[in-house]
């Protein structure tokens, strides 16, 4: 006869262990010491093994006939109980510990060891915190879903960092390739999404100022009210044509300002060569300012409080929209304006390359190492010099009277240098 609630509840211990069967296979094991445990007994493989269903009155009567009719369901589809729950067991574990967050920060490590440089791993660092992992980092691996990935690509979409998301959708592919390699996952939920990916607008170029547009902004970047470590990091940019990351991540340790010299190791370099850049003497004077502010610390430009080593990658770009440039003037954009700026008053374009740290294509960018350093300390101090005489309002007969004087003087001590 099945039993009542009334008998498991008053069943006693005795000398030793005994059952009270329920029919069906359970059980109630009753103990010497007054414990009671639900068992199941069934039939399979021709063995009839047993398995615990909890502990009573944890487990009622009604819930382990519940459970017991589970196992029965189990069995009759020829499914072991106790196996089926080994792997549960082990599944359960490796949820909690095989996590996305611990591929993603493999996959970051490799990077580290693979050289990147800073400015590349703070991209990748920032993303990761930022978009990747608030989605996918609890998750378990394997579990992962393309509508998991597809909603990381969605939410920075909706912000419209259409550059950021076709990066971060690259970084997905390669976690889940590095972790499938690993054994820990065996397919890729992100290899896909290129196909849902919002369309990025046509490349154009970064906003820059052409030399007309350029007395009035160098005049007012003159007058700027940012503190000096933004102001002097803005200049840096423009008097050394130097990309963003190469200008955030400068430390001390890389400037001779005895030599005028700034010395960037290859690591930190988007083409993994070392780049040697010319300090004119209008930067070098600013950089003497500064270093009596920041010179105790690692970077010339170190950010606000105890988190930010160095300033942002947006500090430049907000000097020039506090003085008006918004949308006309960027950090990159300095790159632009030197470049066309220099070729537009006749210098070599291999001068404008290597101050650019610009690789050139084929066999002679494999083999081509030289620096042309005389010659670009020349093109960069007629750069800076020629800037100055803009600022200061020289008409435009006058600015190209001193660009071709200038000019013509440095030529000829590049040609001496080159001899």
């Known amino acids: 006869m099945p039993l009542t609630a009334r008998e498991v509840q008053a069943a006693k211990p005795k000398d030793k262990p005994y059952g009270l069967a329920d029919g069906g296979g359970l059980s109630l094991w009753v103990t010497p010491v007054g414990q009671r445990y639900w068992h199941f007994r069934y039939r399979i493989d021709g063995k009839q093994p047993r398995i615990s269903l909890g502990v009573y009155p944890t487990i009622s009567l009604q819930l382990a006939r ?114 499938i390699a690993k054994g820990l996952c065996d397919n890729n939920p992100a290899s896909e999404l290129r196909y849902i990916a919002k369309e990025a607008p046509r490349a154009e170029h970064y906003p820059h100022l052409l030399e007309p547009e350029l007395p009035d902004f160098l005049r007012k970047l003159d007058n700027s009210t940012s503190r000096l470590i933004n102001r002097t990091a803005a200049w840096m940019a423009i008097l050394t044509a130097s990309r963003p990351g190469m200008v955030r991540f400068a430390q001390w340790h890389e400037v001779d300002l005895d030599d005028a010299i700034w010395r960037i190791d290859a690591e930190k370099m988007k083409m993994r060569r070392m780049h040697v850049t010319p300090l004119p003497t209008q930067l070098v004077a600013m950089l003497k300012e500064l270093r009596e502010i920041t010179g105790r610390q690692q970077y010339l430009f170190p950010g606000i409080g105890t988190k930010n080593a160095m300033i942002s990658e947006n500090t430049v770009n907000k000097v020039f929209r506090l003085i008006g440039y918004k949308g006309r003037m960027v950090s990159h954009g300095t790159r632009h304006t030197a470049s066309t700026l220099l070729r537009e008053h006749g210098w070599p374009k291999q001068f404008v390359d290597a101050q650019l740290s610009h690789k050139e294509t084929g066999i002679a960018g494999d083999y081509n190492h030289a620096i042309y350093l005389p010659q670009r300390r020349l093109m960069m101090q007629w750069y800076a010099d020629y800037l100055d005489a803009l600022r200061v309002g020289l008409t435009s007969k006058q600015s190209q009277a001193f660009a071709r004087r200038v000019n013509t003087n440095a030529r000829l001590e590049t040609a001496s240098a080159e001899s």
């Open 66 to 179: 519940e459970k017991a009719a589970e196992m029965r369901a189990l069995v009759a589809r020829g499914i072991d109980p106790s196996q089926k729950r080994k792997v549960d067991k082990q599944a359960s574990t490796e949820s909690k510990t095989n996590l996305f967050r611990v591929a993603a920060e493999d996959w970051y490590q490799s990077k580290v060891k693979a050289g990147r440089s800073a400015s590349t791993l703070d991209k990748m660092r920032t993303y990761l915190d930022k978009d990747i992992l608030p989605v996918l980092g609890d998750k378990h691996l394997p579990s992962v879903s393309r509508a998991d990935c597809a909603s990381v690509q969605t939410r920075i979409e909706k912000r419209g960092a259409l550059n950021v998301s076709k990066k971060v959708r690259g970084w997905l592919r390669e976690i889940f390739s590095r972790a």
